[in-house]
C-alpha cells in the first residue's frame, strides 16, 4: 500500500505529465501553422510520449492500491516568436520536470518507499535523455540561425522522429 502523501504527490505528477503533452501539442500547433511540419511532427510525438509519462505513474498508483485523483489541466500558451523561442522553453521546462521528479525522489526516500523510489528511477534517466535532445535540437537551431530557410533542413530532420 502507498502511503497518502506519496499518493498525493504522485497524483500531482500525473497531472503535470498530462500538463507537458499538452504544451508540446500547442507547440505542434504552433509549428504546424508556421509550416514547419518536422518541428510539428516531433512535437507531436513528444506529447505522447508525454501522455505515456503520466499513464506510467498512474498505472503505478493503482497497482500499490491507491486512488487516483485527475486534477484540471492548466491551458498552456498557444503563441511563441521563433522556433529558437519554442526550444528554450521546451529546455526550461524539461530542467524545471527534472526537478519535480527528484523531488518524488526524496520523498519516496524519505518515505522508506523502496518500490516508488525504484520505479522513479526510469523516470530520473528519462529526464537526462530528455534534456539531452531538446538541448540538441536548442544547439541546432542557434547553430543554423532561427531563419526559415536554414531551418528547413532542421525541420526535415525532426520529421523523421518516429
Do not use: C
Not at 498525493?8 to 504552433?30: D, I, T, W
Not at 521528479?101 to 528519462?126: G, N, P, S
Amino acid at each position: 500500500m502507498i502511503s497518502k502523501t506519496m499518493e498525493e504527490a504522485l497524483n500531482r505528477q500525473v497531472n503535470r505529465e498530462f500538463y507537458s503533452s499538452y504544451l508540446y501539442l500547442a507547440m505542434s500547433a504552433y509549428f504546424e501553422s508556421a509550416s514547419l511540419k518536422g518541428f510539428a511532427h516531433w512535437m507531436r510525438a513528444q506529447a505522447t510520449e508525454e501522455r505515456t509519462h503520466g499513464q506510467k505513474i498512474f498505472d503505478y498508483i493503482l497497482a500499490r492500491g491507491g486512488k487516483v485523483t485527475l486534477g484540471d489541466i492548466e491551458a498552456p500558451r498557444g503563441k511563441w516568436t521563433s522556433a529558437g523561442k519554442v526550444f528554450e522553453e521546451v529546455v526550461a521546462h524539461e530542467q524545471k520536470v527534472t526537478g519535480m521528479i527528484h523531488t518524488l525522489v526524496e520523498l519516496a526516500d524519505k518515505e522508506k518507499d523502496h518500490a516508488t523510489f525504484e520505479m522513479l528511477q526510469w523516470f530520473v534517466k528519462e529526464q537526462v535523455e530528455e534534456e539531452a535532445n531538446a538541448g540538441d535540437i536548442l544547439a541546432q537551431i542557434k547553430l543554423v540561425g532561427d531563419i526559415p530557410g536554414h531551418l528547413f533542413w532542421l525541420d526535415h530532420q525532426l520529421g523523421k522522429r518516429e
